[in-house]
């Protein structure tokens, strides 16, 4: 069981990326799924989830309204679409899955996770 966070990349504020997060060995839709990201000298934050039934989406609030996560199920990934970039978005992002539905109150949580992948840089500079 494998994932795989793609899509970084260094771009001007303001600007836009997708980030993709693709699973090997197995599907995402019965998975909850988390995008994370680690800033240089901070700790890793919850930045978007949406459990396995989709039922339950948190978005972190500096993120509202700039970021959108949904799921592909024609390509098995589930991806953040990054609007509106600003310089203190850069880190390292991470994606997260668990096999089960999580509630609300757990789904922001790293430890509700069982699978994590290796992280794509962005970088928001000018």
């Known amino acids: 069981v494998q994932l795989q966070a793609s899509g970084g990349g260094l771009l001007q504020p303001g600007g836009s990326l997708r980030l993709s997060c693709t699973p ?4 995402l839709d019965y998975y909850t ?8 000298g901070k700790e890793r934050e919850a930045v978007s989830c949406v459990s396995s039934s989709s039922t339950n989406t948190y978005y972190r609030e500096s993120v509202k309204g700039r970021f959108t996560m949904s799921r592909d199920k024609a390509k098995n990934t589930v991806d953040l679409q990054m609007d509106g970039l600003k310089p203190e ?3 390292v992002y991470y994606c997260a ?10 789904i922001r949580t790293q430890t509700s996770y069982d699978y994590w992948g290796q992280g794509t840089q ?3 500079s000018s």
């Open 24 to 27: 090997s060995g197995f599907t």
């Open 33 to 40: 799924v988390g995008w994370f990201r680690q800033a240089p």
């Open 89 to 91: 978005d850069t880190a």
């Open 97 to 106: 899955a668990a096999p089960r539905r999580i509630i609300l109150s757990a």
């Open 122 to 124: 962005v970088t928001v």
